[in-house]
């Protein structure tokens, strides 16, 4: 599924990495924190996958994606007019749609993925009909999504203490950079410290530009990204993948590679 940030076109760099240690190790359970549009749990095999994220209408529309994969329930095409239709509603808190299709209008017609902040989506050469593109993307995800177990909460709300080593991976909002509504206020230091315990008992691996000193990188790409919709040109950017040092996953890598 289109979503700011999205692994989608990483996925054959990152996957190797998760699903590698998850066979070494026999890991059972497959965790992601912040899930976001849900590529790469879709494709990590897994016994238990389950994914988080704090966002309610994303995980509704996941779900509904999982129960309805034909998702008939959504026009094959969203006029601006209509957008803005939904758009009123779901800022107002209105009951004229329900909520998983005010989420997947969000998330499938707004600009960049970026749930009505960002307004609506067009193709500047007008040949492309994007929230079509993007239903047709989620059409061909949904049958992949089955089995997971998709929550609303927090990170800091998942169990960290489980005896049995579980494979965590962490795409967080990264350090400074635009999220929805134009603001980040995710306090990273208790997540580094959430990072440092976690890694302690499971293997646990993180998506970001930068993190503390006492996280190596094991893997890095540089791609070319856009959002702003007054852009032109994309910026450079180095994606990275960190591990705790001497953590779990640290000392099976250094073992392994």
Same mark, same amino acid.
């Given at each position: 599924? /289109?979503?700011?940030?999205?692994?989608? =076109?990483?996925?054959?760099?990152?996957?190797?990495?998760?699903?590698?240690?998850?066979?070494?190790?026999?890991?059972?359970?497959?965790?992601?924190?912040?899930?976001?549009?849900?590529?790469?749990?879709?494709?990590?095999?897994?016994?238990?996958?389950?994914? %988080?994220?704090?966002?309610?209408?994303?995980?509704?529309?996941? =779900?509904?994606?999982?129960?309805?994969? @034909?998702m008939?329930?959504?026009?094959?095409? %969203?006029? /601006?007019?209509?957008?803005?239709? /939904?758009?009123?509603?779901? =800022?107002?808190?209105?009951?004229?749609?329900?909520?998983?299709?005010?989420?997947?209008?969000?998330?499938?017609?707004s600009?960049?993925?970026r749930?009505?902040?960002?307004?609506?989506?067009?193709?500047?050469?007008?040949?492309?009909?994007?929230?079509?593109?993007?239903?047709?993307?989620?059409?061909?995800?949904?049958p992949?999504?089955?089995?997971?177990?998709?929550?609303?909460?927090?990170? @800091?709300?998942?169990?960290?203490?489980?005896?049995?080593?579980?494979?965590?991976?962490?795409?967080?909002?990264?350090?400074?950079?635009?999220?929805?509504?134009?603001?980040?206020?995710?306090?990273?230091? %208790?997540?580094?410290?959430?990072?440092?315990?976690?890694?302690?008992?499971?293997?646990?691996?993180?998506? @970001?530009?930068?993190?503390?000193?006492?996280?190596v %990188?094991?893997?890095?790409?540089?791609?070319?990204?856009?959002?702003?919709?007054?852009?032109?040109?994309?910026?450079?950017?180095?994606?990275?993948?960190?591990t705790?040092?001497?953590?779990?996953?640290?000392?099976?890598?250094? @073992?392994?590679?």
């Amino acid at each position: 599924m /289109v979503y700011q940030g999205s692994k989608a =076109r990483l996925l054959k760099d990152i996957l190797p990495f998760i699903q590698n240690c998850i066979d070494g190790n026999n890991i059972k359970t497959y965790c992601e924190p912040f899930v976001g549009g849900a590529n790469v749990i879709a494709s990590v095999k897994a016994e238990n996958r389950q994914g %988080c994220d704090n966002n309610p209408a994303l995980i509704t529309l996941l =779900r509904y994606m999982q129960n309805f994969p @034909e998702m008939k329930d959504f026009p094959e095409t %969203c006029p /601006v007019e209509h957008y803005k239709e /939904v758009r009123s509603d779901y =800022r107002q808190n209105g009951n004229n749609f329900p909520e998983f299709y005010k989420a997947g209008i969000g998330y499938f017609a707004s600009y960049g993925g970026r749930f009505f902040d960002g307004g609506y989506g067009r193709d500047k050469t007008g040949k492309r009909d994007i929230y079509a593109d993007r239903l047709a993307n989620a059409r061909k995800q949904a049958p992949l999504l089955s089995g997971i177990s998709f929550n609303t909460m927090s990170y @800091e709300d998942i169990s960290i203490f489980n005896e049995v080593p579980e494979m965590f991976y962490c795409d967080p909002p990264y350090k400074g950079t635009k999220v929805y509504n134009g603001k980040n206020n995710f306090d990273y230091w %208790c997540f580094y410290d959430w990072l440092r315990q976690l890694s302690q008992k499971h293997f646990v691996l993180i998506s @970001e530009f930068q993190m503390p000193d006492d996280f190596v %990188c094991i893997w890095s790409k540089e791609r070319l990204v856009g959002q702003k919709s007054d852009r032109t040109k994309g910026d450079r950017v180095c994606e990275k993948l960190f591990t705790l040092k001497g953590g779990l996953y640290d000392s099976w890598y250094k @073992e392994n590679k």
